[in-house]
């Protein structure tokens, strides 16, 4: 059940502090809690619910996606977060409560559920909400002084693009281990099948014992030969194949209705894992279609990237736009995939977006191939990079060229800061989440993070020059000129 909130929005006068005072207006909760819309999408998030009247009436949109920007802001556990509301006014006030309260708002685990509702596709909405009230006459608005009396034709702005990857909090997967963690999960069902049929079957050995000593035995040393390494492999793929073979002759005696939930899905994944390492094994190869790395995630791809440290990470791989400082989620994927195709689409979603086509798109060389050169050359887009076909002799021409191309990696800065600020600072380095969607979640709300940030900048920048301002003339005795100087509107 969902009960919507009459007071959504509360002034910072209204809130109530036992202890006396009043909430600063100039506080970072404060200004944020102004920026999010929270009202529009409240309607949206009570449709999840059920209207019958019967329950506990679920957490507003407010509680839920104000606790998970905490969350990712500061950059904490879920834990750490509900006890960080709970000792901090400003952070009750930011999710929408009348007054403070020390106790905690909800149970911690709650947490996992507000992931599980608030989708990819609402926290995207409310990005380009906020961008579009928010970045007026600042990116890409040149033509919102004339109040659109002319039609836009020019390209107008820059288009920044790149692509990386979140990694997952997974343990770096092997063969070895993968196999072994399938034979230690298949024992666990089979004990519990056999539970079922004690006093008339006889319990099958699984030689549990003997096949974690092989296990250990190659495992713990620093360098394993090869041979010794696909010898090892061959024995758990004989474990675990015994085990599979064993469970499915227990699912005749008895059923998997005493199975978990989590059970029955390690057992399927078990299976898919047996079949996979099985067919790399006899082919002696490395890659198989939709390779599994991890038991617990089984979502989780393995992404090549060919960085310096690390060639191959483990997680979802995300594709994003940087336009006058505001960042957009363009894709979000499992499974790797050359984001240099995606190029025209994204063009087409900024024409959407502002109306007209950018006047330069910056990305590094995936993006540089001939399908994305000449589309860009139809509609007078400038492509950053070397032209293709041999370079001019005119040495005036050359050194204007070098220098246009020294630039566009000035610009291209900017999309990297944006993956560095979130993979240093919100924890875009190690996603935590478990689930694939409570993942893609986690990913939107750092995005969300880092552009309420960008807003939050330019504010409190100007708090910070009306605040010289003011003391300047406040030493110079010139109150008169400070009330004919500054608009209240604004200074508040």
């Not at 329950?55 to 006890?83: M, Q, V």
């Not at 006459?137 to 693009?161: D, P, R, Y």
């Not at 006058?324 to 363009?330: D, H, K, L, P, V």
């Amino acid at each position: 059940m969902y009960r919507k909130e009459q007071k959504t929005q509360l002034s910072f006068d209204d809130f109530y502090l036992p202890f006396g005072g009043s909430l600063n207006q100039k506080n970072r909760w404060v200004v944020l809690a102004a920026l999010v819309p929270w009202e529009k999408f409240e309607s949206k998030y009570a449709e999840q619910f059920s209207e019958s009247g019967m329950g506990a009436p679920a957490k507003s949109f407010r509680i839920a996606l104000g606790s998970l920007l905490i969350k990712e802001k500061l950059n904490i556990t879920d834990e750490e977060t509900i006890d960080q509301i709970r000792e901090n006014p400003y952070l009750q006030y930011f999710i929408g409560m009348e007054g403070y309260r020390d106790e905690i708002p909800f149970d911690s685990s709650m947490m996992v559920h507000f992931r599980k509702r608030i989708t990819l596709a609402m926290l995207g909405e409310i990005n380009d909400q906020i961008q579009e009230a928010y970045s007026k006459k600042k990116a890409h608005k040149e033509n919102s002084i004339q109040q659109n009396t002319i039609e836009t034709t020019t390209n107008q702005g820059k288009l920044l693009v790149d692509a990386t990857c979140t990694p997952a909090d997974i343990r770096y997967p092997t063969d070895l281990s993968l196999l072994n963690e399938a034979r230690e999960k298949t024992e666990v069902i089979i004990d519990r099948l056999h539970d079922e049929l004690k006093g008339t079957e006889k319990k099958v050995r699984t030689y549990r014992i003997k096949a974690r000593k092989e296990y250990l035995k190659v495992s713990k040393k620093r360098r394993k030969g090869e041979k010794e390494l696909r010898r090892a492999i061959r024995k758990q793929l004989s474990y675990v194949k015994r085990n599979l073979l064993y469970i499915k002759y227990l699912e005749s005696k008895t059923s998997f209705v005493s199975l978990s939930k989590k059970q029955y899905r390690d057992l399927l994944v078990c299976s898919e894992v047996y079949r996979q390492q099985e067919l790399m094994y006899r082919k002696k190869d490395h890659q198989v279609e939709d390779r599994i790395v991890s038991i617990s995630q089984p979502h989780v791809r393995p992404i090549v990237r060919g960085k310096a440290g690390a060639a191959v990470e483990f997680g979802a791989k995300l594709t994003i736009s940087v336009v006058a400082g505001f960042t957009c989620i363009e894709k979000l994927s499992w499974d790797n995939y050359n984001e240099g195709i995606d190029l025209i689409e994204q063009i087409e979603k900024y024409k959407k977006r502002f109306g007209y086509y950018p006047e330069s798109v910056h990305g590094d060389k995936i993006y540089q191939n001939r399908t994305n050169r000449k589309y860009c050359k139809e509609n007078n887009i400038r492509m950053s990079g070397p032209q293709l076909g041999r370079p001019t002799k005119e040495k005036e021409e050359l050194r204007e060229k070098k220098k246009i191309t020294k630039q566009d990696e000035k610009d291209r800065i900017p999309v990297e800061g944006k993956f560095g600020n979130a993979k240093r600072k919100y924890g875009l380095n190690r996603i935590m989440a478990k689930r694939a969607d409570t993942s893609e979640t986690t990913i939107a709300i750092i995005i969300l993070v880092l552009n309420l940030e960008r807003i939050l900048s330019g504010f409190l920048l100007v708090f910070l020059i009306l605040q010289i301002i003011r003391s300047y003339y406040k030493k110079n005795n010139v109150e008169k000129k400070v009330r004919n100087t500054f608009n209240p509107g604004l200074a508040a």
